[in-house]
Each structure stands twice: as structure tokens, then as C-alpha cells.
Nanobody, 126 residues
Framework: VQLQASGGGLVPPGGFLRLSCSVSGRPDSRTAVAWFRQAAGMEREFVAA????????YYGDSVKGRFTISRDNAKTTVYLQMISLKPEDTAVYFCASSSHGGVILSPRALRHYNDWGQGTEVTVSS
């Protein structure tokens, strides 16, 4: 499985960005794709996930109502639309894919994601 994240950049507070994650390889075994983020000196944090078969979405508490995860109809790209960005959203954003059945019960658990992209940096600053 290969994942390629893109779309990061510098944006002022209150601004918006859309991140993209290109996903390829072993679609039949995929159970979910998620976005995580990691700020400097902090642990990696769950942002959002989409279940691959049913399309159910999950969000971290700090981004609920501001971020939206979606995918294209061909299921080759997963997006993270971010609005009302805050300085505390500054981080490197990673997309990750899971082939574990356990992700259905615990979509926010980092341990269920076995393939990771390289990350794209988002900086929210004036």
C-alpha cells in the first residue's frame, strides 16, 4: 500500500486548506483511511477517519465541525477539508491506511493503521 499526502502550506488564522491523500495498492483488504497530525514535541493525534466499505466518518474532538474527511468515487484519493483554521492546528499531517478489522471498533487508535504516507506540513500563522 502506498499513500502520498499533499496540499499543506501556510495559511492565516481563520483560513482554509484541503489536503489530499493518494491511496494505492490492495484495495480489497483496506478497512479504513485516516488523517493524523503531529505538532512539534507532541504525540501523533487522531484527526479523522473514513471506513472504507460503509463510508462512516469519525473526527477528533478538536476538529469536529471544522474538518471534513471525504473520498472520491474511484476510492483513490482521500481528502481533508479544513476550515476556520487555528494556530493550534499547526502540525505535520499524515494519512494512514488500515487493513485491521479492529479499526471498525477503534477508528481513532493509531495502532490499527499499518501503512503511512510521508506527511504534509500545515502552518497556521499570521
Amino acid at each position: 500500500v502506498q499513500l502520498q499526502a499533499s496540499g499543506g502550506g501556510l495559511v492565516p488564522p481563520g483560513g482554509f486548506l484541503r489536503l489530499s491523500c493518494s491511496v494505492s495498492g490492495r484495495p480489497d483488504s483496506r478497512t479504513a483511511v485516516a488523517w493524523f497530525r503531529q505538532a512539534a514535541g507532541m504525540e501523533r493525534e487522531f484527526v479523522a477517519a473514513i471506513m472504507w466499505k460503509g463510508g462512516t466518518r469519525y473526527y477528533g474532538d478538536s476538529v469536529k465541525g471544522r474538518f471534513t474527511i471525504s473520498r472520491d468515487n474511484a476510492k483513490t484519493t482521500v481528502y481533508l477539508q479544513m476550515i476556520s483554521l487555528k494556530p493550534e492546528d499547526t502540525a505535520v499531517y499524515f494519512c494512514a491506511s488500515s487493513s485491521h478489522g479492529g479499526v471498525i471498533l477503534s477508528p481513532r487508535a493509531l495502532r490499527h493503521y499499518n501503512d503511512w504516507g510521508q506527511g504534509t506540513e500545515v502552518t497556521v500563522s499570521s
